[in-house]
Nanobody, 116 residues
Framework: VQLQASGGGLVQAGGSLRLSCATS???????????LAWYRQAQGKERELAAV???????KYPESVKGRFTISRDNARRTVYLQMNSLKAEDTAVYYC????????WGQGTQVTVSS
């Protein structure tokens, strides 16, 4: 199983980015019934949850990103997305996608840098 995250980059504060995480080597039912999440880790800090979407489509966000980030999933494409708007300097981090189902899988991370 592989999770390939992409879409990171350098953006000015107030801008937007859309992250994608494509999975491969996974059967559809494992993806469909798994919880998908984006975590982020800023330099010198612990990894923290940025967004999660459950198998039933329910999404949850920490207060720090609520109203700015939107997580979505495309089960047919086995892909999870993170739309990030109104980005702030404190959103700068490496973003990791995660699939938690019968097993726990992690992507390789994509760097998001927000300049103030």
């Amino acid at each position: 199983v592989q999770l390939q995250a992409s879409g990171g980059g350098l953006v000015q504060a107030g801008g937007s980015l859309r992250l994608s995480c494509a999975t491969s080597g996974i059967i559809l039912s494992t993806f469909r019934f798994g919880n998908l999440a984006w975590y982020r880790q800023a330099q010198g800090k612990e990894r923290e949850l940025a967004a999660v979407i459950h198998s039933n489509g329910t999404a949850k966000y920490p207060e720090s990103v609520k109203g700015r980030f939107t997580i979505s999933r495309d089960n047919a494409r086995r892909t999870v997305y993170l739309q990030m708007n109104s980005l702030k300097a404190e959103d700068t981090a490496v973003y990791y996608c995660n699939l938690n189902g019968l097993a726990n899988y992690w992507g390789q991370g994509t760097q998001v840098t927000v300049s103030s």
